[in-house]
């Protein structure tokens, strides 16, 4: 089960914290990530994190950085330098290892950035 929490009304140019935390699946194993979904969009990736390493998406490097805190069991997505374009329904994801799909999702944030 995952939790998302953290979104809310930004102005352009300011950041935000998401948090999500998770029950009934160790994160240090699992690979954890961050989607959304804009109004009349497809849902689209924003950020991974496995043991291996990090991923962005090139609409947010440099902006957006993941991390995760093994002992809490929680994933965060820090959100700097936010844009218009950023305003979303964020969502987090969890899948058992690097190799699977995800299967576990959050109820998702509202994240309105405005300009």
């Known amino acids: 089960q995952l939790q998302a929490s953290g979104g809310g009304l930004v102005q352009a140019g300011g950041s935000l914290r998401l948090s999500c935390a998770a029950s009934?699946?160790?994160?240090?194993?699992?690979?954890m990530g961050w989607f959304r979904q804009a109004p009349g969009k497809e849902r689209e990736f924003v950020a991974a994190?496995?043991?291996?390493?990090?991923s962005y998406a090139d609409s947010v490097k440099g902006r957006f950085t993941i991390s995760r805190d093994n002992a809490k069991n929680t994933v965060t997505l820090q959100m700097n330098s936010l844009k218009s374009e950023d305003t979303a329904v964020y969502y987090c994801?969890?899948?058992?290892?690097?190799?699977?799909?995800?299967?576990?999702w959050g109820q998702g944030t509202q994240v309105t950035v405005s300009s």
């Open positions: 994801a969890s899948a058992k290892d690097v190799y699977s799909s995800y299967d576990y």
């Open positions: 009934g699946r160790t994160l240090s194993s699992s690979r």
């Open positions: 994190i496995t043991w291996r390493g990090t």
